[in-house]
């Protein structure tokens, strides 16, 4: 397994920032955002020009880029001729895994399950997979749900957040049956009532969770995902993290 970080532990960085903060933590891989809102890079600027969206993501740094985040503003046809074109962008920098989010609590299911189909669709056309993030607040938040998509969806993944399941109404379920199909991993630490804690004073249990993806022979990136926090230094955490997970692997 290979350790990143995502840009989203830097919302504030610009892309370059970030590179340069991942190189001064020793990272050798990373996760970057193409959110429309908040992230590294505008999907809508990214698609006007692709050519120099490939250059913009890929050169100048020796990070791995180990996948997208990828949320897009468009709707209906164009959501998907845009996602199309974000395919085309993750081939042409060697990028495999796409996470998008899940439609909100209360989306008739048949609506979902036609929707990430298409997505998969698309994305297999550029040789590439889409992973659905477990979120809070969103269909992908109970591990029942995802089973059903993921097999409903031939190709369809999971970009597996396991706080969603230590804070959220799923907290007592076991993760085991979806276990085979995570794409991606998105880590911080986490007590049952906050869904951020410095590293070492939370429930998520690293080793277990790194065996059980082992066993399902899950080779890919374990992508730290600590969002900035009063009262901690902001990089000993990702160092921490990052230092933890290398000794357990």
């Known amino acids: 397994m290979l350790i990143s970080a995502s840009t989203a532990c830097w919302p504030h960085k610009t892309l370059h920032e970030t590179i340069e903060i991942l190189y001064d933590l020793d990272f050798s891989a990373i ?14 600027e990214l698609i006007a020009d692709l050519d120099r969206a490939a250059h913009l993501l890929r050169s100048g740094h020796r990070l791995d880029i180990v996948g997208y985040s990828v949320q897009l503003a468009s709707t209906g046809a164009q959501h998907y001729a845009d996602f199309a074109e974000i395919c085309k962008i993750a081939k042409m920098t060697k990028v495999v895994t796409l996470t998008v989010p899940s439609a909100e609590l209360g989306t008739p299911f048949n609506e979902e399950v036609e929707h990430l189909k298409r997505l998969v669709e698309i994305a297999a056309v550029e040789g590439a997979r889409v992973g659905v993030k477990t979120e809070l607040g969103r269909l992908s938040e ?27 109404p799923a907290k007592n379920k076991t ?15 986490t007590k049952p ?18 065996s059980q993806l082992e066993r399902e022979k899950y080779d890919r990136a374990l992508s730290i995902h600590i969002s900035p926090m009063e009262g901690m ?17």
Request: glycine share 8%; proline share 3%.
């Open 142 to 168: 109970d591990p029942d749900t995802l089973m059903v998509l993921c097999n409903n969806i031939e190709g369809l993944g999971i970009t597996l957040d396991p706080s969603v399941f230590i804070v959220g």
């Open 193 to 210: 009532d906050k869904f951020q804690v410095s590293v070492g004073q939370g429930s998520v249990d690293y080793a277990k969770l790194i």
């Open 31 to 44: 996760e970057i955002d193409l959110h429309e809102e908040g992230g590294a890079a505008k999907p809508s």
């Open 233 to 249: 230094e902001h990089r000993v955490e990702l160092r921490k993290l990052r230092r933890l997970l290398e000794s357990l692997l």
């Open 175 to 189: 993760l085991d049956r979806i276990l085979k199909f995570v794409y991606h991993v998105h880590l911080r630490d």
